[in-house]
């Protein structure tokens, strides 16, 4: 095990920013403390509410979504987007948009090159498209930002169109207006691997994922079951999020219209990306899990709009974090870290050791990216000592290496801010994201080069295909870039460069900057596949 050591708008509103100092100028931006850049680009939203104590909440592990029939091609599952009731922070209820009325929504467990197909019914009152993030999927299912699903209601259809001068309801647009149904087709060829689903409506996914629209989807495959790793009880997603609440209890998001149907954007000092001050695993502030003394795989998703981890045991287990995998599936082999980074969208596939505490002791997961409680994630309390006899293998996977030498093309790509139509926003090449704009068209079964700069942080996701990391600056890859990975943490003033072999599918996909107010306010580009 090799260880590694601690540290190495469509139309909207922003500000300029100064890479000479990593200084930000305008309303908004925090003074970075270091251009490698230790924090989150965004500003914190106070809770209106007294925040609840820290571990006295039981941790949770979301339901799993059983098929609502099965074929000799594929499983189905049916999802109903809606409004509920939650009961978020203790003698609170909170209303949530969420997959069949939970937040996080259902888990669904896939397996290796079987079709799933997930039909969602939108019972919300404005338009919502899903993207299975991560997913190797067909342009026509992978979630396009206009490819609505609208409302079961279709009262509201004439009021949205009205209201969006028919964006959207051109060719590109393949939502089911007439039933407010959609059928996602997913053929999940590709490496096991824990995948998330959610909302990724065009100018409005920060504040419909806030509201609680996501969920996770693992692939799992022979590969995988052959390492024999821990399961059941012993596997726990962790989806970390992070939010804030009004006095009343509802979730406190500061757009510019809170009924997401008209002015798309947040306000003037939110604009960097919004932070939360309550941290909740799987929908559960500052939760406690009881765990016994034996080894753990834990699945760990930063599924925060803005807010990037760094996360870490006190006290630390014997061994570290030991991680197998990240975005994309297994790591050839396992590492060894005393913290690990998470973007927005990462995750990390960690296995930790509980069994070198004594019964009793407590465990805090840490997030050193944070202040105060926001420097909390959740509690592990251990228990007896179970003497199972698990040991990491030494070798997970094999992992193709690409060569950049073979790359068909490289091309550029600056991630930086600038003015949308007379006002400020976030940009791709200096342009905002259209639907009818393509950047580039690599063609089916040949990898390129991306050279990524960045002004601030901006965690950048490419859809369809993983990617490898092959350098940061001058140097190699990061201490948390092994593997495939579909998501990059960009810091200040830093230019990266990612490997990518095109296959699958023919079509339309996008790519952009994964902080959610960033990906709103223009912050992405289309890119077409062809043979």
């Known amino acids: 095990m090799t260880r590694v050591s601690r540290r190495g708008l469509t139309r909207r509103t922003f500000i300029g920013a100064s890479l000479a100092t990593g200084i930000g100028l305008g309303i908004g931006i925090p003074l970075f403390r270091d251009l490698g850049g230790s924090s989150s680009t965004g500003n914190q939203l106070r809770s209106e509410l ?29 999802i109903t987007q809606t409004a509920a009731t939650a009961s978020i922070l203790p003698g609170v209820k909170t209303t949530i948009w969420g997959y069949n009325g939970i937040f996080p929504g259902p888990t669904i467990n896939s397996r290796r090159a079987r079709t799933s197909v997930v039909t969602h019914t939108n019972n919300l009152p404005v338009p919502t498209v899903v993207h299975l993030h ?34 959207g309801m051109g060719d590109s647009a393949t939502g089911d207006t007439s039933e407010g149904r959609r059928s996602y087709h997913y053929p999940l060829d590709q490496r096991a691997a824990m995948l998330w689903y959610h909302d990724h409506r065009m100018d409005f996914t920060g504040p419909s994922v806030w509201r609680g629209l996501a969920g996770m ?10 390492l024999r790793l821990p399961s059941g009880a012993r596997e726990l997603p962790i ?26 954007g947040v306000t003037s000092a939110f604009v960097p ?12 502030p500052w939760p406690r899990a009881r765990v016994d003394g034996a080894v753990y795989r834990l699945r760990v998703l930063n599924a925060c709009n803005a807010r990037r981890l760094d996360v870490r045991f006190d006290p630390q287990p014997e061994g570290a974090i030991t ?39 407590s465990v805090t997961l840490l997030n050193d990216f944070g202040d105060g409680n926001m420097s909390q994630v959740m509690r592990f309390v251990v228990g007896d000592a179970v003497g199972d006899a698990f040991k990491t293998p030494d070798v997970l996977s094999t992992i193709d290496t690409l060569n950049p030498a073979r790359a068909a093309v490289t091309r550029t790509f600056r991630f930086e801010s600038g003015d949308v139509e007379h006002m400020k926003g976030w940009l791709i090449d200096g342009k905002p994201f259209s639907p009818d704009d393509i950047t580039a068209a690599p063609k089916l079964g040949t990898v390129e080069v991306w050279r990524l700069v960045a002004d601030f942080h901006h965690p950048i996701h490419l859809h369809l295909n993983p990617f490898q990391v092959l350098s940061r600056g001058i ?45 709103d306010m223009a912050m992405m580009a289309n890119f077409s596949t062809h043979h």
């Open 50 to 78: 007294p925040l609840p104590q820290l571990f006295t909440q039981p941790f949770r592990v979301p339901p799993v979504l059983e098929p609502s029939r099965t074929d000799a091609d594929a499983d189905y599952y049916d």
């Open 134 to 167: 991560g997913g190797r999927t067909p342009h026509d299912s992978d979630g396009y930002p206009i490819d609505y699903v609208f409302p079961t209601d279709r009262s509201y259809l004439n009021e949205y169109l009205h209201l969006s001068h028919g964006v």
């Open 217 to 226: 989807h693992f692939v799992r495959d022979e590969e995988e079951d052959a």
């Open 239 to 264: 989806m970390i999020t992070d939010r804030s609440f009004n006095s009343d209890g509802s979730l406190s998001y500061p757009s510019i219209d809170g009924s997401l149907v008209g002015k798309a």
């Open 273 to 284: 990306g919004v932070l939360g001050d309550v941290m909740l695993v799987n929908g559960t």
């Open 323 to 361: 991680q197998i995998g990240t975005d994309g599936g297994l790591l050839a082999a396992p590492l060894s870290h005393e913290h690990f980074e998470l973007a927005p969208a990462q995750r990390a596939d960690l296995l930790v050791d509980f069994s070198s505490f004594r019964p009793g002791t």
């Open 475 to 519: 140097g190699g890859p990061g201490a948390f870039d092994a593997g495939w990975k579909d998501t990059i943490d960009l810091r200040p003033a830093e230019e990266a460069a990612i490997a990518v072999r095109f296959d699958g599918y023919a079509g339309k996909y996008v790519f952009h900057c994964h902080n959610l107010e960033h990906e």
